[in-house]
């Protein structure tokens, strides 16, 4: 949280609350309490859509669940503590949030979906190796029985020898002649 949202919440001034803490700056080492860059503060004032003008001649300070816990000790009021307390629910309740997403049990939950897809395509895919199998089975028996029929074919076309009394007739002559 930033020092001059704590401040607004405990009513008191940020140069009060920022003078404060540098009177009892060995209560917030830096991971309890750091002060923002120019490049963070200008990352957050466009988030929070502020104008430069009338700004603030000091980068805030920005305080984690630890630094809020022992401003409250520096801030002896009783909206400090009121503050304190529900600031304090507040960050338990995130905590708890964060904690029940459970991350690790959807990525296994996403893993197992993803094997089931891929088991399900090899299938897919099986069954239409199969199936180009079997066709091409029935296109070889289509070519081998056409193959016949054109054998069969050729050779009925072959001249055959003509049969009766008017054959016998025409050879005789053609053996005349």
Do not use: H
């Not at 963070?40 to 630890?66: C, D, H, I, V």
């Not at 996403?110 to 089975?137: A, C, G, H, P, S």
Request: hydrophobic share 40%; net charge negative; glycine share 4%.
């Amino acid at each position: 949280m930033l020092d001059f949202d704590l401040a607004e919440m405990y009513q008191v001034g940020t140069k009060n609350l920022n003078l404060s803490v540098k009177r009892n700056i060995k209560r917030f080492p830096y991971d309890f309490m750091f002060q923002l860059t120019s490049e963070e503060w200008n990352s957050l004032r466009l988030q929070f859509e502020t104008s430069k003008r009338g700004g603030r001649r000091y980068m805030p300070y920005a305080f984690t669940e630890q630094g809020v816990a022992m401003l409250s000790s520096l801030l002896n009021s009783d909206i400090a503590i009121e503050m304190n307390i529900a600031i304090m629910r507040a960050f338990v309740y995130v905590r708890q949030v964060v904690l029940n997403v459970q991350p690790i049990d959807r990525v296994s939950e996403l893993e197992k979906q993803v094997l089931e897809l891929k088991q399900y395509l090899e299938d897919v895919f099986t069954d239409y190796n199969d199936i180009n199998e079997d066709t091409r089975m029935q296109l070889e028996l289509i070519n081998e029985t056409l193959a016949g029929l054109q054998a069969k074919r050729k050779e009925l076309e072959k001249p055959r020898k003509p049969i009766g009394f008017q054959a016998i007739q025409d050879e005789r002559q053609r053996n005349n002649e």
